[in-house]
């Protein structure tokens, strides 16, 4: 009894909410791309710029204006794979990947630069800190999970209803997945294909920015390579998970970071299992999720992936 009290404590479940955060900024921002019709499976290497300069920014700015730096990071690398998908016309897997290869390498390059004796880590930077709200932290239960977190955190799942409502009860939302349905006659209603596309992945790239620096500069207090430890592609499963639909991807967001939450806490309660299992358990999940309860049943917008020219 004590075992499982350790294990679903309350404080499973708000790490749960921090954990999930950034998995839920890489979802949304997949679903924004994806419904416009451009594949981006780049956004790891967006969340890890985003990482990177807003470590930079807090670095010599502050937290805050490192966490508006890092956005804009992200948003540049969004804006990157809009032209070479949408104005250029390439392969979107392969300029997804070529993201990537620069979210890791870029930072890289420059972190020895910015701090000489540095290779592949930053030093410690000012973080976002904590915020208690007066009244929810002192209701029992629910002022334990959610009376004190990151300020981020309230901010993220105030963005799901918001991203929701802007792709399913706007215009513009319309016609972002009337270009990811059927370019061409969206096309022929005077709906322009490129730039409803380069506005959806551009704002992918702001909220998968957004998801690294919370990671550098909320969560943890500095950048490594290799921070993000896959949380792009968990959140680019969520989103399939929850069928392209932002509040589908914040169940399975949750999903997925309570999974991680759960080995962590498994681990301290000195659960008899090899860590290395433990560690494995929320990839594991996403497998599952993908391949054994999906199948064939997630088909996703029908331009997905597909350059379009006009004429």
């Given at each position: 009894?004590?075992?499982?009290?350790?294990?679903?404590s309350?404080?499973?479940?708000?790490?749960?909410?921090?954990?999930a955060t950034p998995?839920?900024?890489a979802?949304?921002?997949?679903?924004?791309?994806?419904?416009s019709?451009?594949?981006?499976?780049?956004?790891?290497?967006?969340m890890?710029?985003?990482?990177f300069?807003?470590?930079?920014?807090s670095?010599?700015?502050?937290p805050w204006?490192?966490?508006?730096?890092g956005?804009?990071?992200?948003?540049?690398?969004?804006?990157?794979?809009?032209?070479?998908?949408?104005?250029v016309?390439?392969?979107?897997v392969?300029?997804?990947?070529?993201?990537?290869?620069?979210?890791?390498?870029?930072p890289?390059?420059?972190?020895p630069?910015?701090?000489?004796g540095h290779f592949?880590?930053?030093p410690t930077?000012?973080?976002?800190r904590?915020?208690?709200?007066?009244?929810?932290?002192?209701?029992?239960?629910?002022?334990?999970?959610?009376?004190r977190q990151?300020?981020?955190?309230?901010?993220?799942?105030?963005?799901v209803p918001?991203?929701?409502?802007l792709l399913?009860?706007t215009?513009l939302?319309?016609?972002?997945r009337s270009?990811?349905?059927?370019?061409?006659?969206a096309d022929?209603?005077?709906?322009?294909?490129?730039?409803?596309?380069?506005?959806?992945?551009?704002m992918s790239?702001?909220?998968?920015?957004?998801?690294g620096?919370?990671l550098?500069?909320?969560?943890?207090?500095?950048?490594?390579s290799a921070?993000?430890?896959?949380?792009?592609?968990?959140?680019?499963?969520a989103?399939?998970?929850?069928?392209?639909s932002p509040?589908g991807?914040?169940?399975a967001c949750?999903l997925?970071g309570?999974?991680?939450?759960?080995q962590a806490s498994?681990?301290?309660?000195?659960?008899p299992?090899p860590?290395?299992?433990?560690?494995?358990?929320?990839?594991?999940?996403?497998?599952?999720?993908?391949?054994?309860?999906?199948g064939?049943?997630?088909?996703?917008?029908?331009a997905?992936g597909?350059?379009y020219?006009?004429g």
């Amino acid at each position: 009894m004590e075992l499982f009290i350790k294990l679903f404590s309350l404080a499973v479940f708000a790490s749960t909410l921090r954990i999930a955060t950034p998995l839920i900024l890489a979802a949304l921002g997949g679903c924004m791309s994806e419904r416009s019709g451009v594949l981006n499976i780049g956004l790891e290497g967006m969340m890890l710029m985003g990482a990177f300069f807003a470590v930079v920014g807090s670095h010599f700015w502050g937290p805050w204006p490192g966490l508006f730096i890092g956005i804009l990071a992200g948003g540049v690398m969004g804006l990157l794979h809009a032209f070479m998908s949408v104005t250029v016309g390439a392969n979107q897997v392969i300029s997804s990947t070529a993201i990537n290869i620069l979210g890791v390498g870029i930072p890289n390059i420059l972190i020895p630069v910015i701090w000489p004796g540095h290779f592949g880590i930053s030093p410690t930077v000012p973080v976002i800190r904590d915020v208690t709200l007066p009244i929810i932290s002192s209701i029992p239960v629910i002022g334990k999970i959610i009376g004190r977190q990151n300020p981020l955190v309230y901010v993220v799942f105030l963005l799901v209803p918001v991203i929701h409502f802007l792709l399913f009860r706007t215009k513009l939302g319309l016609r972002i997945r009337s270009v990811g349905e059927h370019p061409r006659a969206a096309d022929t209603l005077g709906i322009n294909v490129y730039k409803m596309r380069y506005i959806a992945v551009t704002m992918s790239g702001l909220l998968a920015g957004l998801g690294g620096a919370f990671l550098s500069i909320c969560y943890q207090s500095q950048f490594s390579s290799a921070m993000t430890a896959g949380r792009g592609f968990i959140g680019l499963a969520a989103m399939i998970f929850g069928r392209w639909s932002p509040k589908g991807a914040l169940l399975a967001c949750l999903l997925f970071g309570f999974a991680d939450a759960f080995q962590a806490s498994a681990q301290a309660a000195g659960v008899p299992i090899p860590p290395e299992i433990m560690l494995a358990f929320p990839y594991v999940l996403t497998l599952i999720a993908l391949v054994g309860l999906l199948g064939k049943t997630a088909i996703g917008p029908a331009a997905t992936g597909k350059a379009y020219r006009k004429g």
